[in-house]
């Protein structure tokens, strides 16, 4: 199949209550009931334990692998996935990396590290590890096909790294771009240049944007971007590269900015030609 809209409302990994699943379903009622989508199995059990090192490892490796047998089955070229907590991203952009072969490079936009190890997570919630885990270095790198190398993933918009998430970004050289000095739209396309790969990943967490903006989601962080200048960022991204895959993440349900939240979801469903963005 040519493209796919995948509802992935994966909470566990945030820990707190189910909140970023009824955003997501918040999205699919008003914005996709009329667009063919598919939608995996969410438990909504919150009697949950760490084991192994991760906050409900049951039932989200229960939803990762239905989700990677669904996407298994359907192969879509073009992804958009709308998802709850970071980590449902693991399944879609582990996907569409082991489809182009490595011919990808991933944009992770998002005011957080996500580069945790269980070990190392003060908190282990899993929505810290997403980048960790596509890279097949820690927990659950037996279910990633073909990790990310870290000359793939272009972290962008970050502030509120952990201590060992620094070190790691360093350590493995992974792009940073910090989104509150100089130009950082056009460092983010010199960056994505750079990496030399046709097929780009979008995973956007709603709290890169500064929450005088958009405080809608599970971990409002002071000094992000404008919601506009984000908005821009995104528009230059598609006018200049090509954009398989896009995960929007983190919506808890509010009244906020719906504005905003209704011309994100037409620049997401723009990607898949379904509507018009502005
Ligand atoms: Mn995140």
């Known amino acids: 199949m040519d493209k796919l ?89 582990a996907y569409l990396n082991a489809r182009y072969e490595g011919d990808l490079t991933l944009v992770w936009m998002d005011a957080h590290g996500d580069i945790n190890t269980p070990e190392e997570s003060s908190t282990h919630l899993f929505y810290g590890m997403p980048i960790r885990v596509l890279l097949g270095d820690t927990i659950c790198s037996e279910r990633i096909e073909r990790p990310l190398g870290t000359e793939q993933v ?17 350590e493995k050289k992974i792009t940073l771009i910090d989104a509150a000095s100089g130009d950082p739209a056009d460092a983010l396309y010199e960056a994505v240049r750079q990496k030399g790969k046709r097929h780009i990943y979008v995973h956007f967490d709603l709290d890169v944007i500064d929450p005088k903006d958009f405080p809608d989601t599970r971990i409002p962080v002071e000094g992000g971007l404008p919601a506009e200048a984000v908005y821009q960022t995104l528009l230059g991204l598609k006018e200049n590269f090509d954009i398989v895959g896009m995960g929007f993440y983190e919506y808890k349900p509010g009244e906020a900015n719906r504005p905003f939240l209704e011309k994100m979801m037409r620049f997401c469903l723009s990607l898949w030609d379904a509507s018009t963005a502005e």
Not at 6 to 16: A, E, I
Not at 57 to 68: E, H, T, V, W
């Open 5 to 93: 809209i995948f509802l992935n409302g994966q909470w566990q990994g945030g820990g707190l209550g189910p909140v970023t699943l009824y955003g997501v379903r918040e999205i699919e009622r008003d914005f996709l009931a009329d667009l063919p989508h598919e939608t995996i199995p969410i438990s909504e059990d919150t009697d949950l334990s760490v084991e192994e090192g991760v906050f409900g490892l049951s039932p989200i490796l229960k939803q990762f692998d239905d989700a990677r047998r669904l996407l298994a089955e359907k192969r879509p070229e073009r992804l958009l996935t709308i998802g709850a907590d970071c980590d449902g991203d693991i399944a879609s952009i």
């Open 154 to 170: 272009i972290q962008f918009g970050g502030r509120d790294l952990d201590p060992p998430e620094q070190r790691y970004y360093q």
